[in-house]
């Protein structure tokens, strides 16, 4: 059974940083593709940003240069690296997985057959 486990939501101020971490049990994240997600009230769910098996990243356009996903193989693990955060990134944060492609900015929800809870991050002053 896929679980994937999210944690590191919180509340900051502009120009903060959070890191979420996303815990994967069967299934390995190590070769495969892993994302996080996000979605404002009201909004649809958009890619943040993508791992590849290949370890190629992919990132949103909102969100380039400030935010660095990256895998740990030795726990299974990936996480989302947030900086100068800013009060348009408050959202549920969610993780998800799939084999293959595609994995990159372009791919959806539907492209994911795996998903965690999401974690809730608020930024504001």
């Known amino acids: 059974q896929v679980q994937l486990v999210e944690s590191g939501g919180g509340s900051v101020q502009p120009g903060g940083s959070l890191r979420l971490s996303c815990a994967l049990s069967?299934?390995?994240?190590?070769?495969?593709?892993v994302a996080w997600f996000r979605q404002s009230p009201g909004k649809e769910r958009e890619v943040v940003a993508t791992?590849?098996?290949?370890?190629?990243?992919y990132y949103a356009e909102a969100v380039e240069g400030r935010f660095t996903i990256s895998r740990d193989h030795a726990h299974n693990s990936v996480f989302l690296q947030m900086d100068s955060l800013r009060p348009e990134d408050t959202a549920m944060y969610y993780c998800?997985?799939?084999?293959?492609?595609?994995?990159?900015?372009?791919?959806?929800?539907?492209?994911?057959?795996?998903w965690g809870q999401g974690t809730q991050v608020a930024v504001s002053s």
């Open positions: 791992i590849t098996g290949n370890n190629f990243l």
């Open positions: 998800a997985a799939r084999f293959g492609a595609p994995c990159n900015v372009r791919s959806s929800r539907t492209d994911f057959p795996h």
């Open positions: 069967g299934f390995t994240a190590s070769g495969n593709c």
